[in-house]
């Protein structure tokens, strides 16, 4: 999710056919990072998203268009692709989403960060979140989530922050060859894609939104825990809670202690 924080990053504009134009060497980071990426995510990712790979079809020579992408997530769950500056105010980021319309930012990160950037480039949201996209249970989950955040308060947008993060961004699903990786900030990093399978460091718990709700989180380390669904019917039936009602409960129970160390 992104916020108005200041990104030393710069967007692509795209022409009028929403395509972006990417120099050699950022068509050569792109394919450092596939190419490196693939074969830590195969054995680790959950089915949906390595069909998704397969289905969108992405080049491992230069970044793929949004327009491109957009055709077949269009075809499969009537998503598309938005081409945004690198970082988006939160009311655009979810009338995005209501509107099943993904941001992606058309940049990518230098090669000296190559292993973790804080912003979310055209790597992290094209690899990490869009081959998941092509499942209808995620994508209905990310659209009911945008129209959530829509109208809710300042305070709530907080809580809801927490439950993308936990999920759509951070998530592990339970699966008949084991625990496997679903969330998009995982699937992006090549540390944590291992870390959060095979450290005995985090600690990894059966998905509760209550639990979840209450439960803060950095984004610049490694988590300390992670949430695992056992399908992805928990997040389509999350679609049809009244979540604000659950915000407000998580809210009158409090904070659960940081796992971190807080900075100050």
Request: with cysteine.
């Amino acid at each position: 999710m992104n916020d108005l924080h200041h990104s030393k990053y710069v967007s692509h504009t795209v022409d009028v056919n929403g395509m972006a134009t990417y120099s050699e060497e950022e068509n050569k980071v792109w394919h450092a990072l596939v190419t490196r990426q693939m074969p830590i995510v195969t054995p680790r990712a959950c089915k949906q998203y390595l069909d998704g790979i397969k289905t969108l079809k992405l080049t491992k020579d230069h970044i793929p268009q949004c327009p491109e992408v957009s055709k077949i997530l269009r075809e499969l769950t009537g998503w598309q692709l938005e081409p945004v500056p690198a970082l988006i105010p939160y009311d655009h980021f979810f009338n995005l989403l209501a509107n099943k319309k993904f941001p992606a930012a058309t940049f990518i990160r230098r090669r000296d960060e190559i292993d973790y950037l804080q912003e979310p480039d055209i790597f992290h949201e094209l690899f990490g979140h869009c081959p998941l996209l092509t499942n209808q249970a995620y994508a209905d989950f990310t659209h009911i989530y945008g129209k959530l955040g829509q109208h809710a308060s300042e305070e709530d947008r907080v809580m809801l922050a927490r439950l993308y993060w936990f999920t759509i961004e951070f998530g592990l699903i339970n699966t008949s060859e084991g625990l496997r990786i679903y969330g998009g900030g995982i699937l992006s990093s090549k540390e944590e894609t291992i870390y959060c399978l095979e450290s005995p460091a985090p600690i990894r718990k059966p998905f509760d939104v209550i639990d979840v709700l209450r439960t803060p989180y950095r984004i610049d380390i490694k988590q300390p825990i992670y949430f695992v669904i056992d399908s992805f019917d928990t997040l389509f039936h999350l679609a049809d809670m009244d979540l604000l009602a659950v915000i407000r409960e998580a809210r009158k129970m409090g904070m659960h202690k940081p796992l971190y160390k807080e900075v100050s």
